[in-house]
T-cell receptor, first 114, second 109 residues
């Protein structure tokens, strides 16, 4: 693989179900991020990780959890999905979390919670 | 609070020039990014400004005035493939990106 990948591409989920969105990068980037994108709103940061083994909360972390066991993978878990979590989810990575490092985005996961 | 403002939608003609403005109020400033996002796709990086002035990169240029909390993206010689949303994002005091809602640019022949 080259770059950053996400799975699944899209998913329809019943409310109350647990779901894990997968994200893998092969660029050896230290920092990774999860965003959600909703119509009329800017990208909103859910969780981030500045380096393997560490994670932090973004602007909208409630209802989501993440882990960063290694450099490449950064899964996002919805413990009990609710309809308001219907969104497009983007995973991104950057060489570091410092000034000026551009973020590279995965293709996104379109999630619908019914 | 933190706020990034940009126009919701703009229309321009193929071959022309368009300027997309972005104003911001954030807790700290560690640079401003512009990204392009085609419909149904991921955002891709266009430019980064941290000092005042104009950065030129081919048909695209980006300007920053930190004292005014203002940036613009200038697109020259517009092509149909430039039809996309353009996202402005500011790196705040924690180096986290605060994103505007994006400007949808429609190019007409």
């Amino acid at each position: 693989i080259a770059g950053i990948t996400q799975a699944p591409t899209s998913q329809i989920l019943a409310a109350g179900r647990r779901m894990t969105l997968r994200c893998t990068q092969d660029m050896r980037h230290n920092a990774m991020y999860w965003y959600r994108q909703d119509l009329g709103l800017g990208l909103r940061l859910i969780h981030y990780s500045n380096t393997a083994g560490t994670t932090g909360k973004g602007e909208v972390p409630d209802g989501y959890s993440v882990s960063r066991a290694n450099t490449d993978d950064f899964p996002l878990t919805l413990a009990s999905a609710v309809p308001s979590q219907t969104s497009v989810y983007f995973c991104a990575s950057s060489y570091s979390s410092s000034q000026g490092d551009e973020q590279f985005f995965g293709p996104g996961t379109r999630l619908t919670v019914l | 609070g933190q706020n990034i403002d940009q126009p919701t939608e703009m229309t321009a003609t193929e071959g022309a020039i368009v300027q997309i403005n972005c104003t911001y109020q954030t807790s700290g400033f560690n640079g401003l990014f512009w990204y392009q996002q085609h419909a149904g796709e991921a955002p891709t990086f266009l430019s980064y400004n941290v000092l005042d002035g104009l950065e030129e990169k081919g048909r695209f240029s980006s300007f920053l005035s930190r004292s005014k909390g203002y940036s613009y993206l200038l697109l020259k010689e517009l092509q149909m493939k430039d039809s996309a949303s353009y996202l402005c994002a500011v790196s705040d005091s924690n180096y986290q990106l605060i994103w505007g809602a994006g400007t949808k640019l429609i190019i007409k022949p």
